[in-house]
């Protein structure tokens, strides 16, 4: 292989889906070692089988635990280092969400929602970081909704939004290590988190009005960000969300509570 990645570790969490598994192949493909965590074994070697035949070769090892719990992600983080005594690239795309009115959310859910959009990604900081001697760079995956309110993903918006308060922290704590935090914004994009609505017609078809690029997002559209901020093409940028969304925060979110199913 060969890239400009060579002899970096990337520690990826939720690393089966969509997106984690288009990144992970970018990454490979500039020749950084992946370490991926994931709750299931089978999904996991999917992502690893996936990512082999698009770059034979790579360097992959598989981690099954949940990246929700503190224990495993310390474990994974330290695997992580293990691989080659160094860790670079931290990727974060642990995220949670329903739909449906704010009022309508008793307190467990409404907790549970939005902390699913932040313990995982406040673990991979807490227990990456410290080993990143080197520098580095720290990515999640935050959302439009972090930025423009769209009723009915109160829960999902509000913890995305505290995400992006986490990000701009950290970067001024760890800048001075030469560690960067970012992250990125998609747009509505086929994921796991979507899977219950985004083949609603009525709510594409709105969305879609919205979007100047006329199109929803798929996980290749928004690997491309993810590499970027991972590698050296980034190295003066920290503390920042972008959007990757085919234009839809130019125009903000379809009138009316869309998100009611």
């Not at 990144?23 to 999904?43: E, H, I, N, Q, V």
């Not at 994974?76 to 670079?88: G, I, S």
């Not at 308060?165 to 960067?180: K, N, T």
């Amino acid at each position: 292989m060969g890239g400009v990645l060579d002899g970096q570790t990337a520690f990826i969490l939720g690393a089966s889906a969509g997106i984690a598994q288009a990144s992970a192949k970018l990454l490979a493909a500039d020749g950084a070692a992946l370490f991926l965590l994931g709750r299931s074994t089978a999904r996991l070697e999917a992502t690893r089988d996936g990512v082999l035949e698009a770059v034979p070769g790579a360097e992959i090892a598989l981690h099954k635990g949940d990246p929700e719990d503190e224990a495993t992600v310390k474990a994974a983080a330290q695997a992580a280092y293990d691989v080659h005594n160094r860790l670079d690239i931290v990727v974060g795309t642990v995220a949670s969400g329903g739909t449906g009115p704010l009022i309508e959310q008793d307190l467990a859910t409404f907790t549970d929602f939005v902390m699913g959009n932040l313990r995982s990604n406040f673990l991979a900081l807490r227990y990456a970081a410290p080993l990143m001697t080197d520098g580095g760079s720290i990515v999640f995956i935050s959302s439009t909704s972090s930025k423009i309110p769209m009723e009915g993903l109160g829960h999902y918006s509000a913890g995305k939004a505290a995400l992006e308060m986490l990000i701009r922290v950290a970067a001024s704590e760890l800048g001075p290590r030469g560690i960067r935090v970012n992250a990125v914004r998609p747009g509505l994009t086929e994921a796991a988190t979507t899977q219950g609505y985004i083949h609603l017609e009525e709510l594409t078809s709105s969305f879609l009005e919205r979007v100047p690029l006329g199109r929803l997002g798929v996980s290749n559209d928004i690997a491309p960000g993810v590499r970027y901020l991972a590698g050296p093409e980034s190295s003066w940028m920290t503390g920042q969300s972008f959007a990757i969304d085919g234009g839809n925060e130019v125009r903000g979110a379809p009138r009316g509570p869309m998100f009611t199913v």
